[in-house]
């Protein structure tokens, strides 16, 4: 937070009067996670942004003395509302074909996951109707998704393949993400995640087609520079922890930075792998023991949840208390923990990262402030971009959102529905009600 400097901040977007100002200092300085001073409120706050960066955050008492709006600067009224970073999803499985509405019923009447898997669900269904359709149908299909994020308040989503698997299919997905990262107002991170599944070409040699991975697809991803994480489904039924060790030393050695599927359905060590190979995130973590949860706490791993996809998970096993004690055991570790939808036409039919800031409360127990958190900060680091993203310090991204709430705390309580009114995205008004302002309007809550 800055005061009243001797010469006024130029800028060329004011939000004035909000409620709350979250600026969300990049690092939380030692605070425990669950201290609302990580969020770094400014009551009765405002924020300035200029050349698509963050110039200036303050109380409202100081704003007239300390900014020098430009003659067509754009001033929101944000009276009731607060403003938050804009939201990050850092584990989304864009772009795919089809949704699997299906499967939904298999699961009510007792399959399990790995078993719509075996018998040619799953993944491998998606890979088939993601083959069918066309490059015009999957950006269609991926933007009005990625419209739908934008609109509740996520202006940075981290984009993986996977469902191609072979070469010239993951590339194809890989270029699609860039394409939609180049042609939308939402920031795309794309990763490499060609060992999703075992295509059904080497079924039964699981081996062999990680030697494809490792000898094809990873090269050529880089060669065209396509993305810029690689990602491996490390669990039983998928890959081993030793198949998942050597693809991402791989990928690692070629320059990427690596994340993992690890522990969703059991206890495989993935926890273990991502802190050994400096991981950036490892994610769904349902099973991670206490020694993985340790390793990954020294090594900066963060450890992200996906509370959307755990409503298609509850069984025996899975149940709101072991999610808990895992998400205790993982706090208590000293684990950062983020928040993403798992945006995919499987286990996580949805878009909305408000619904999974509401539901880590109510599956994860996750308090209101470590919800925000995992939906900015940690989030931004789990996917390369801490300091940038997920914080409204001066210098960073100029992406915010502004919810027609009076605190924080009403977004991890509220259910349903979308709280957003504004959303900016480099300093610039992407969403609006009535569309977006013209120079120099003044847009009134």
């Not at 396509?226 to 050695?253: H, K, M, N, W, Y």
Request: aromatic share 4%; with cysteine.
């Amino acid at each position: 937070m800055t005061g009243g400097p001797a010469t006024p901040v130029a800028c060329d977007l004011v939000i004035r009067g909000a409620s709350q100002v979250c600026v969300i200092p990049p690092d939380g300085g030692g605070l425990l996670a669950a201290d609302p001073s990580q969020l770094g409120i400014v009551g009765g706050g405002a924020l300035a942004m200029r050349g698509g960066r963050v110039v200036w955050a303050g109380p409202e008492s100081l704003a007239d003395r300390a900014l020098g709006p430009e003659p067509d600067a754009t001033v929101i009224d944000a009276s009731g509302c607060i403003v938050v970073p804009g939201l990050v999803d850092p584990h989304t499985h864009l772009p795919f074909g089809g949704w699997r509405a299906h499967e939904y019923s298999m699961r009510l009447g007792g399959a399990s996951y790995l078993e719509i898997l075996a018998a040619g669900g799953g993944i491998l269904s998606t890979v088939a109707a993601t083959a069918a359709a066309t490059d015009q149908e999957l950006l269609a299909a991926g933007r009005g998704i990625l419209d739908e994020m934008l609109a509740g308040g996520t202006t940075t989503v981290e984009a993986k393949s996977g469902y191609g698997l072979e070469l010239e299919a993951e590339l194809r997905l890989l270029r699609l993400a860039g394409e939609l990262g180049r042609t939308h107002a939402a920031r795309v991170v794309p990763t490499f995640l060609g060992a999703h599944a075992v295509p059904p070409l080497y079924r039964g040699n699981a081996d062999g087609y990680v030697e494809v991975v490792l000898e094809e697809m990873l090269p050529a991803v880089k060669r065209f520079a396509l993305a810029e994480f690689c990602d491996i489904f490390c669990e039983p039924g998928a890959f081993t922890v030793e198949q998942s060790r050597r693809v991402l030393t791989r990928a690692r050695a070629l320059g990427f930075g690596v994340k993992m599927h690890a522990d969703e359905m059991s206890q495989s060590g993935g926890a273990e792998l991502a802190a050994e190979l400096g991981a950036v995130s490892a994610d769904h973590l349902l099973f991670a023991s206490e020694a993985g949860a340790q390793a990954m706490a020294r090594s900066g791993t963060i450890g992200v949840l996906l509370p959307i996809t755990v409503l298609s998970l509850l069984g025996d096993e899975v149940d709101a208390g072991h999610c808990r004690r895992q998400a205790r055991m993982l706090r208590a570790q000293g684990v950062k923990l983020a928040l993403g939808t798992d945006c995919n036409p499987g286990t996580a039919p949805s878009a909305s990262i408000q619904l999974a800031i509401a539901l880590a409360g109510r599956i994860f127990g996750l308090p209101p402030v470590e919800a925000m958190l995992g939906a900015t900060r940690h989030a931004a680091q789990a996917v390369g971009l801490g300091g940038q993203v997920g914080t409204l310090v001066p210098g960073a991204r100029a992406d915010a959102a502004i919810f027609g709430v009076p605190s924080y705390e009403d977004i991890a309580y509220r259910l349903g529905g979308n709280l957003v009114r504004w959303v900016i995205k480099d300093g610039r008004v992407v969403h609006c009600p009535g569309g977006p302002p013209a120079a120099g309007e003044r847009l009134v809550s």
